[in-house]
């Protein structure tokens, strides 16, 4: 089946350091990729997608390449704030299968925390 | 960014007590979801609905568990009879249809089993 590979957390950082979050991913056919965020005592936002290869999702400094050849996704931020301190959650959406419904696979999180 | 609104934020319920967490989605989308979170770890998907019916559902989604859109508004999820291990974040989440598949998660219920 569908699954979601992060990696491990907690990752601190001080602050305008460069941030990777590494997400892999095993899929058949061809899935939209998305990564979420979720703030301190918050629900989960959708914070950028990629629906096809080499496609590049972005938002709020944020950007995540969808590499098929690698399986990845990638999270990447040149400068990160105080405020990006949160939980990123990768995530895939399986291609529509007839019966199936675009439901997500999550990865397990990573959590960020920035320094001042 | 589209919303969908869930009721009650926080839940405190005692062990083998019925809980219904509800859904009530801004737009008139036609995909709704249930997620669920135990606290540090990953999203769970528990169930799909559409058209008034369940779609797809994953093995933790069992007898204890409902769903219904009983008034075409309101989405609710129904724990029957609540279990320690039922404790966690619920996530309510909807997808506008065929156009995208993009979800869009509610704030969620915390969920307390004592």
């Known amino acids: 089946g569908d699954s979601v590979t992060q990696m491990e957390g907690p990752v601190t950082l001080s602050e305008e350091a460069f941030l990777t979050i590494n997400c892999t991913y095993t899929a058949t056919g061809y899935p939209s990729l998305f990564w979420y965020v979720q703030y301190p005592g918050e629900g989960l936002q959708l914070l950028l997608k990629a629906t096809k290869a080499d496609d590049k999702g972005s938002n709020k400094g944020f950007e995540a390449t969808y590499r098929k050849e690698t399986t990845s996704f990638h999270l990447e931020k040149g400068s990160v704030q105080v405020s990006d301190s949160a939980v990123y959650f990768c995530?895939?959406?399986?291609?529509?299968?007839?019966?199936?419904?675009?439901?997500?696979?999550f990865g397990k999180g990573t959590k960020l925390s920035v320094i001042p | 960014e589209p919303e969908v609104t869930q009721t009650p934020s926080h839940q405190v319920t005692q062990m083998g007590q019925e809980v219904i967490l509800r859904c009530v989605p801004i737009?008139?989308?036609?995909?709704f979801y249930w997620y669920r979170q135990i606290l540090g770890q990953k999203v769970e998907f528990l169930v799909s609905?559409?058209?008034?019916?369940?779609?797809?559902k994953s093995e933790i989604f069992d007898d204890q568990f409902s769903v219904e859109r009983p008034d075409g508004s309101n989405f609710t999820l129904k724990i029957r009879s609540t279990k320690l291990e039922d404790s966690a974040m619920y996530f309510c989440a909807r997808r506008q249809g065929s156009s995208g598949n993009t979800i869009y998660f509610g704030e969620g219920s915390w969920l307390t089993v004592v």
């Open positions: 995530a895939l959406s399986g291609s529509y299968s007839g019966a199936g419904s675009y439901q997500l696979t």
């Open positions: 737009s008139n989308h036609l995909y």
């Open positions: 609905f559409y058209n008034n019916e369940i779609s797809e």
